[in-house]
């Protein structure tokens, strides 16, 4: 008894200890520290714990990326966050703490995921994301920019009917037929440049490049790629498709014990208001090099002509 008194600290050497250990937690919620403690900080309870997220969907912005959540969501061990929460772009100075409690409570072997789209063309978000985790898991959902232009601004007219034409926003000078790099729609669509970024924090190897053409035509080909990417099994597979011919995307067949089968909302599949021919050839001129660039950056081929 005796023996083991002698070992214990003494009351002044105990307050010190707490102290420090206090200081250490104040700096984890700070989010200093949150790099090197990576996932193994968490909020425990008997209903699993909130981590930060071991893989994030950081792009791009109608390239698919809500396909992608919501076919993940099939996979018992993926945990996601439904609504985007904007914490690299947005709501950065709400501090680490904030973002976890956003999370889902996940159990050992399980994953914790968002997606925010707007992160891959966020001069800020990769170095922030790096702070909380060197070791995060990243995929961007690339679509033909084209395309993808054509989508964004459908959207936007969506909400806007007053929106100028298209034609109207894609030109600076429509005569001398300068595309306007300014516009959000054009600029997203600029892959190659938004991965610079990302590859001065990231290694190829942690960022996974997701077609959105083939998570339409081949979702379960796609699907296990991913899966594989995040060290999960193969649990998503064909049985989980079919191919909605009035949306033009595949929706997940209806899971037991539900009586429909789930579909993207109203909002995906929009149709498309008739752009001139030119006004689309010119913007595909505009982005062939920086395509080739980004195939030659990835090692992929995405066929964008």
Known sequence: MTQIARELPGSTELHSILQQIGHVQQQISDGERAQDVDNSISVFNNFGSKKFPQAIIIGVKKGGTRALLEFLRIHPDVRAVGAEPHFFDRFYDKGLEWYRNLMPRTLDGQITMEKTPSYFVTKEAPRRVFGMSRHTKLIVVVRDPVTRAVSDYTQTLSKNPGLPTFQ????????RGLIDTSWSAVRIGIYAKHLENWLQFFPLSRLLFVSGERLVTDPAGEMGRVQ????????????????????GFPCLKKPEGSSRPRCLGKSKGRPHPHIPAEVLLRLRDFYRPFNLKFYQMTGQDFGWD
């Not at 109207?168 to 005569?175: A, D, G, H, P």
């Not at 594989?228 to 079919?242: A, E, N």
Request: aromatic share 18%; charged share 25%; proline share 0%.
């Open 168 to 175: 109207n926003l894609v030109f600076k000078n429509s005569s």
């Open 228 to 247: 594989d990417f995040l060290g999960l099994k193969r649990v998503i597979t064909d049985k989980h498709f079919y191919f909605n011919q009035t949306k």
